[in-house]
């Protein structure tokens, strides 16, 4: 949408297509709706880069290029794509202490293999036992300036609203709405 203020209008008209999706295949379906500017800003953003165009419904006509994996042009691009791959290594992290630990360490440590392999990180790879100790390291040795979703976690990884902290800044990041503000469920209507 263009602004934040657009939000009610957009989950209006998504509701509308997420209820006949959710009714048509008795399935449950979320939508998350994303400010353009923060959108644009977050071309290196993991949802961003796995994100298939066709998926979407493109009511400002932002055309295919605008999934296009975003240009690198020197060092300062490379840092901030490491900074944006960290992202998602937090999170799961953070979402860890709150649901399915299990489910969301393995989805923690799969992204910082990942990370590891697609920057040549041998410190990432070699401290997934410890990760926010190889987030740390990693930052203070590259220099990054870490997303503040990425800061909030390493600041205080055992606060116990961290997971609802963290995947706030996430949206925010990535969508320029907090989680509730962005993200829409909807559940099969139940049969009368």
């Not at 297509?17 to 979320?30: L, V």
């Not at 799961?92 to 360490?105: C, H, I, R, V």
Request: include cysteine.
């Amino acid at each position: 949408m263009a602004d934040a203020a657009d939000a009610p209008q957009t989950h209006a008209v998504a509701g509308r297509i997420a209820r006949r999706i959710s009714d048509s295949f008795r399935i449950q379906t979320t939508s998350v709706v994303a400010v353009l500017p923060v959108f644009r800003m977050a071309a290196h953003a993991h949802y961003r880069i796995t994100m298939r165009p066709q998926w979407l419904c493109d009511g400002l006509g932002l055309g295919r290029e605008a999934f296009d994996p975003p240009g690198h042009d020197g060092g300062q691009a490379v840092g901030s794509a490491l900074s944006w791959a960290l992202q998602p290594v937090p999170y799961y992290l953070a979402k860890a202490t709150s649901e399915d630990p299990s489910t969301n360490l393995a989805k923690a440590r799969n992204h910082a293999t990942r990370l590891a392999e697609r920057f040549g990180l041998a410190a990432v790879h070699d401290g997934l036992d410890d990760l926010p100790g190889a987030l740390r390291t990693l930052i203070a040795e590259c220099g990054l300036t870490p997303l503040d979703s990425t800061a909030r976690y390493l600041e205080t990884p055992t606060h116990p609203a961290i997971a609802q902290l963290v995947r706030d800044a996430v949206f925010v990041e990535c969508m320029g709405l907090s989680s509730g503000d962005s993200m829409a469920v909807t559940f099969p209507s139940v049969p009368n």
